[in-house]
């Protein structure tokens, strides 16, 4: 996925979380402002990511992706909290 010198663990560990991002989003987003206002921010968080780690050789890669897991799963949650 990732075109330059990049160590295996972050391209799998991408491939993983982009598989589960497609399998929550398949089950849980469901209503009308959710279907509306989550793609848009995941994808601002996912373009972050990937902007840092085609920018960047090797500083703070897993950081970086634990804390875009992490705050996928605060927009997940707060979706289905307070909108599903």
């Known amino acids: 996925m990732f075109p330059l010198a990049r160590p295996g663990v972050i391209n799998e560990l991408y491939f993983g979380y982009s598989n589960l991002l497609e399998f929550f989003c398949f089950i849980f987003v469901r209503t009308r402002l959710s279907i509306k206002y989550c793609p848009k921010f ?3 968080i996912n373009l972050i990511f990937l902007l840092y780690i085609n920018s960047y050789m090797y500083g703070a890669m ?23």
């Open 42 to 44: 995941l994808t601002i």
């Open 62 to 84: 897993n950081q970086l992706f634990a804390f875009t897991f992490a705050m996928t799963f605060v927009i997940f949650f707060s979706f289905l909290l307070y909108l599903e």
